[in-house]
């Protein structure tokens, strides 16, 4: 596959640091001597699923096709307001397309998980033109009155469409159980036979394991998918790392031995942004224009499971 339209989609509410201290007891500089963010921007009056059609859109728009040329839709999404449909059968209806649609949970590496589906799909003929979207709201998973964790996320939603080509030069994905580690549990309807033990918890995550965990787990995946392409660290240009936080991507900088002007970021304005924290830093540096034809990039994510995904790709537009 190769990637031919980028878009992105962000929630009108700027929520920076100094307002979040009239609320919680933290000050900007704690919160950006631990993280890197100074901002984010979080849904108020918008809907998800208004945020992921307008991203893809851009992407379709960029592509030069219209949503009847798209043939598949794979949407990574956490949780939204709709269990059910799936919010890739809400977005195919805003935009107008006629196609197969299929939402998928690999938590914050949901969007990796989703392009390495998507490039199945076209190497078996089976699609042309399809749409790979992530929309996530993680600000309405947390605690707001824990300010430890709910400083960390910011709303978006980023998309791309791929069609044949040889764009994709290796990928990764990996799994390895870890329920202690970061999880949110939501209790279900009742029923008169439910005898078991319910409950409903905000979002519970272990910052120690977490960044331990995915520090290990990307550098891991860099190195295995450098070596097979036979590349170096320095043969590529941008790596385009889940945006959690700015000590963990400078972490894995300092592994690689790579100055940070390989690691563009977009955490400290958005925050955490889960699965679509990659397409849209993505749609920023092609947009800006600081993506040429014959690029490489490597994209690296973590989430909760403990589910890793990373991919090569080479800029083709």
Not at 27 to 55: P, Q
Not at 176 to 201: G, M, N
Not at 264 to 291: M, Q, Y
Request: hydrophobic share 40%; glycine share 8%; net charge negative.
């Amino acid at each position: 596959m190769k990637i031919i339209g980028t878009g992105r989609a962000h929630p009108a509410k700027v929520v920076t640091n100094a307002m979040l201290e009239g609320f919680l007891d933290t000050s900007d500089e704690w919160i950006r001597t631990r993280t890197g963010i100074t901002e984010r921007r979080l849904i108020s009056s918008e809907r998800l699923e208004d945020l992921a059609t307008e991203a893809s859109l851009k992407a379709i728009e960029d592509a030069g096709l219209t949503p009847a040329d798209i043939d598949y839709i794979i949407c990574s999404n956490v949780v939204n307001e709709y269990i059910t449909p799936a919010l890739s059968c809400i977005v195919q209806g805003a935009i107008g397309a006629k196609c197969a649609c299929i939402d998928i949970n690999g938590a914050c590496s949901g969007f990796i998980y989703a392009l390495d589906m998507a490039d199945d799909r076209i190497r078996s003929g089976k699609a042309r033109n399809i749409l790979v979207l992530a929309a996530e709201e993680p600000t309405r998973m947390v605690d707001w009155e824990d300010r430890a964790l709910c400083v960390l996320f910011g709303d978006g939603a980023g998309a791309v469409v791929v069609s044949g080509g040889d764009g994709l030069i290796g990928s990764r994905l990996t799994t390895q159980s870890k329920l202690d580690c970061l999880h949110y549990v939501r209790r279900l309807e009742p029923t008169p036979y439910i005898t078991k033990e319910e409950y409903s918890a905000p979002m519970y995550m272990n910052g120690k394991e977490v960044f331990k965990t995915a520090v290990l787990s990307s550098s891991r995946d860099i190195k295995v998918l450098l070596d097979k392409a036979g590349l170096k660290p320095s043969d590529i240009k941008y790596y385009i790392l889940h945006q959690a936080n700015m000590r963990i991507i400078e972490a894995i900088a300092n592994w690689l031995k790579l100055d940070l002007e390989h690691f563009p970021t977009n955490v400290e304005r958005c925050g955490n942004t889960s699965s679509a924290s990659i397409p849209l830093l993505l749609d920023e540096l092609a947009r800006s224009g600081k993506l040429q034809k014959g690029d490489k990039i490597l994209m690296s994510a973590f989430g909760a499971g403990f589910t890793t995904g990373a991919c090569i790709i080479e800029w083709t537009k």
